[in-house]
């Protein structure tokens, strides 16, 4: 069964720095473009970041820009998400998800992990 | 950035109904749309994408339309299982973005 499983989360405080990772098993990871998608307690989902297959295209959203940076080990199968100069608005699950299209293309997200919680408090 | 706009927020309906969730985007986004459940305490699960396309496993009664900026997604008739909060997401280019959900209840 495809797989994702993201670590790393915890209790920080503010303006401190995170790294996640996900590992990805049972599917050719270096093919497709990743993606991590927080929500906040009781909230909708956010798109946070993405990077394509080959990490020549990585995009976030606008309230992380210079402060978290997504990046690729196809070699391990890996995903990352650094995470600095944290906020209490951080705070969320943070899932990694797969996205349906191969090399350049965009579908969606079509394997999401369990989640790992960021929690940014004093 | 383009934004994605769903109505409504929330929705009351009963077994056997039929539902319907509309999402409009700020922008053309043609039909880079994707439809997504999500229940309680889980990972979201997608159900369309390229605004009309079903996932593979989802069930017949799901189905999306629409293109450029005006969207929706039907459920045909509604089951027990299909109680959830449902999402659009435009990914038609970075950022993407989410709208922001609607909760089907039970009636």
């Known amino acids: 069964e495809v797989q994702l499983v993201e670590s790393g989360g915890g209790l920080v405080q503010p303006g401190r720095s995170l790294r996640l990772s996900c590992v990805a098993s049972?599917?050719?990871?270096?093919?497709?473009?990743m993606h991590w998608v927080r929500q906040a307690p009781g909230k909708g989902l956010e798109w946070v970041s993405g990077?394509?297959?080959?990490?020549?295209?990585?995009g976030y959203v606008d309230s992380v820009k210079g402060r978290f940076t997504i990046s690729r080990d196809n070699a391990k199968n890996s995903l990352y998400l650094q995470m600095n100069s944290l906020r209490a608005e951080d705070t969320a699950l943070y899932y990694c998800?797969?996205?349906?299209?191969?090399?350049?293309?965009?579908?969606?997200?079509?394997?999401w992990g369990q989640g790992t919680t960021v929690t940014v408090s004093s | 950035d383009i934004q994605v706009t769903q109505s409504p927020s929330t929705l009351s309906a009963s077994v056997g109904d039929r539902v319907t969730i509309t999402c409009r985007a700020s922008q053309s986004i043609s039909s880079w749309l994707a439809w997504y459940q999500q229940k309680p305490g889980k990972a979201p699960k997608l159900l369309i994408y390229k605004a009309s396309s079903l996932e593979s496993g989802v069930p017949s009664r799901f189905s999306g339309s629409g293109s450029g900026t005006e969207f929706t997604l039907t459920i045909s008739s509604l089951q027990p299982d299909d109680f959830a909060t449902y999402y659009c997401q435009h990914y038609n280019s970075y950022p993407w973005t989410f709208g922001q959900g609607t909760k089907v209840e039970i009636k």
């Open positions: 998800a797969k996205d349906m299209g191969n090399y350049g293309e965009h579908y969606g997200m079509d394997v």
């Open positions: 990077i394509s297959w080959n990490s020549g295209s990585i």
């Open positions: 049972r599917f050719n990871f270096d093919d497709y473009a």
